[in-house]
């Protein structure tokens, strides 16, 4: 079945340094790939998505590309904030199955220290 | 309201008793969604509407979890004869309509303690 697999963590990071959180997935046919964000005493946000291959969802400085080849969907972002201290799940949605029910991936808890 | 609303935010209750679970989604959203965290198993799906077809039940763990949508709107998720395993939150999401690009919005969950 499709599945998503994320870096473990947790990741801790001085501020302003260079972010990277691997996700790779499994699924038949063409699924659209998600980053959600839960902060501290918060809900899921959506952070960005990319629907199709070799698309880029960016938001908030965070960036993510589409890649098939790899059946990749690494997060990243140049500069963090200790105020980016949360957990960033990865996610897909199945488009063949069109309910846009979501499968996450275990979760990766990032820390900024200032 | 702005957002997807659940209620209560927590509770807690002895194993075997029944517990009912609500969720209000965002206004005009027709999709509603179903969700579970638990420390084992991550982010589970449970179950899905869509406007009146009927639900998708295919990520409700046992017989004992149950969930309507009455009117089109709210959801209310039943989990009876509860068991120490079914501690979690659980968190609901609502999108415009069903599809695979279309974002979910989520409440911020309700934490179950089964003691």
């Known amino acids: 079945g499709d599945s998503v697999t994320q870096m473990e963590g947790p990741v801790t990071l001085s501020e302003e340094a260079f972010l990277t959180i691997n996700c790779t997935y499994t699924a038949t046919g063409y699924p659209s790939l998600f980053w959600y964000v839960q902060y501290p005493g918060e809900g899921l946000q959506l952070l960005l998505k990319a629907t199709k291959a070799d698309d880029k969802g960016s938001n908030k400085g965070f960036e993510a590309t589409y890649r098939k080849e790899t059946t990749s969907f690494h997060l990243e972002k140049g500069s963090v904030q200790v105020s980016d201290s949360a957990v960033y799940f990865c996610?897909?949605?199945?488009?063949?199955?069109?309910?846009?029910?979501?499968?996450f991936g275990q979760g990766t808890t990032l820390q900024v220290k200032p | 309201g702005a957002g997807v609303s659940q209620s209560p935010s927590n509770k807690v209750t002895e194993k075997g008793k029944d517990v009912e679970l609500r969720c209000d989604p965002i206004s005009g959203h027709t999709a509603l969604y179903w969700y579970r965290q638990s420390l084992g198993q991550g982010l589970e799906f449970l179950i899905y509407?869509?406007?009146?077809?009927?639900?998708?039940k295919s990520g409700l763990p046992s017989d004992r979890f149950s969930a309507e949508r009455t009117g089109g709107s709210v959801s209310t998720l039943t989990i009876q004869r509860t068991q120490q395993e079914d501690s979690a939150v659980y968190l609901c999401a609502s999108s415009l309509h069903q599809g695979g690009g279309q974002p979910q919005h989520f409440g911020d969950g309700t934490r179950l303690s089964i003691l």
């Open positions: 509407f869509q406007g009146n077809s009927a639900p998708d």
């Open positions: 996610a897909l949605c199945h488009g063949s199955s069109n309910t846009g029910k979501l499968i």
